[in-house]
C-alpha cells in the first residue's frame, strides 16, 4: 500500500490542478443537489424489539390516528399571592386558553381541562393544562409552536403566571455558531504550532470542502432516504475531526521531508506513502465504528453512522489527493519565515543554530524522566475522573433546561 499512496501521492502533486478542480466539481456538483433537494419530512424512530415500541405499535394497531407517541405539553398557571386557581375569574381564563388551544391548530389531539381531570393542586395555588398532539414534537409545525409559546398573554394580563413546557417545545437541532468557534480554536492552535497560516489553513480549508461535500450529499439525500437533521450534525461534527487531523499527518509529514533537503514532489509522495498508510487506518477504524451502530438495530441510529462513516472517507480520499495537490500550491510558505531561513542556511552548507524548538525539549524531558512523567499522567487523569463518581445517567427533560426557560419555570411549577 506504501508504494502506491507514493506514487499517488506525487500524482497528485504533478497534477496539482486537475485534482483541484475535481474536487471543487464535486464540491459544487453536491452543493447543488443539496440546493434542489426537496425539504426533508422529519425521519421516523423506532427501536424494534423493545417493550416501549411494541406498545407504541400496538396502540397504533388498535387505536389508529390515537398518535401515542405525539408531542405533548404543558401549560402550568399560578396565581398571584392570597388568590386560587379555583377563583371563578381565573377558571375563566384558564377555560378560554383550553379553548384557543384545541382551536388553535390541526395538529391538535387533546386539550384537557384541569377542573375535570383534577390537575390542580391541593393548596389551590396551581394548575395545570395538558396539550396532546397528533405528531411528534420534530413534525410541529412553526405556526403550531408558536401558538403554544404565546398562549397565557390574556391570563399574564389578568395576574396569573403562566409558564410552557413538554417537549412540544423542543428545537430541532441547528448548525451554527458552535461550529464556527471550534474551527476559529482549531484554527489558532494550528498557528500556534506550525507558526505558518499557510500551513495552518491547508488542513482547514481541505476539512472544511470534504465536510462540505459529505454533508451536502446527505442533505441531498436526506428526503430519499429518510435521514434527520441530527445526521448531518453528526457527519459535521465527525468530518471536521478527522479532517483536520487527517491532513496534519500529510503537511506534518511533509514540512519534515523538505526539512531533510528532498524536492518538493518527492517529500509530496513519501509524506502521503507514510503518514498516509496512517490516514488509511484511522479512517477505515472510525469507519467500521460508526458502521458498528447498526448493530443495536435502530434505524435512525444506523443510517446516522453510515452517513457520517461516509463523511469519513472522503476526509481520507481529501487527505491523500487534495492534500499534496495544495502542497504543490503552497510552496515554501507551508514552512514559517524562521524555519525557511534555517533551511536555506542548512542547504547553503550552513550550520543549524538556535535552540530546539519546544517539541523537542518537551519530548527530550520526557525520554529522561519517563516514570516521573507517567506517573503525574495517571494521577492527573485520577483527579479529573472524580467527578464521574457522583454522575447521574438518564435522559434529559426539562428539568434540565436552564433556569431562565419558560420550560424549566412550568416544570419547576
Known sequence: MATFLYKLGRFAFRRRNVVALVWVALLALAGVGAASASTPTSSSFSIPGTEAQKAFDLLEERFPGASADGATARVVFKAPAGEKMTDAGHKAEVGKIVDELSDGSDQVGSVTDPYTVNAVSKDGSTAYVQVSYKVTSMELTDETRTALEETGAGARAQGLTVEVGGDALQATPEM??????????????????????????????????????????????????????????????????????????????????????????????????????????????????????????????????????????????????????????????????????????KAAGGEETGKPNMGTRWARFVLRRPVAVLVTAVLGLGVIAIPATSLELGLGDDGSQPTSTTQRKAYDL
Open 176 to 345: 451554527g455558531s458552535t461550529e464556527i468557534i471550534g474551527v476559529a480554536v482549531a484554527a489558532v492552535v494550528l498557528v500556534i504550532t506550525f507558526g505558518s497560516l499557510v500551513a495552518a489553513g491547508l488542513p482547514l480549508v481541505t476539512a472544511l470542502i470534504g465536510v462540505g461535500v459529505g454533508v451536502s450529499t446527505i442533505t441531498a439525500l436526506a428526503s430519499v432516504l429518510d435521514l434527520g437533521s441530527t445526521t448531518s450534525i453528526l457527519a459535521m461534527m465527525i468530518g471536521l475531526a478527522v479532517g483536520i487531523d487527517y491532513a496534519l499527518f500529510i503537511v506534518s509529514r511533509y514540512r519534515a521531508e523538505l526539512a531533510e533537503g528532498r524536492e518538493r514532489e518527492e517529500a509530496a509522495g513519501r509524506a502521503v506513502g507514510t503518514a498516509g498508510s496512517a490516514v488509511v487506518f484511522a479512517g477505515l477504524t472510525v469507519v467500521i465504528a460508526l458502521a458498528g451502530l447498526a448493530v443495536v438495530n435502530i434505524p435512525m441510529l444506523t443510517k446516522m453512522g453510515l452517513a457520517a462513516a461516509g463523511t469519513v472517507v472522503i476526509a481520507v480520499l481529501i487527505a491523500l489527493t487534495l492534500i499534496p495537490a495544495t502542497l504543490g500550491f503552497a510552496g515554501k510558505r507551508v514552512h514559517g519565515r524562521k524555519d525557511r531561513k534555517a533551511m536555506d542556511a
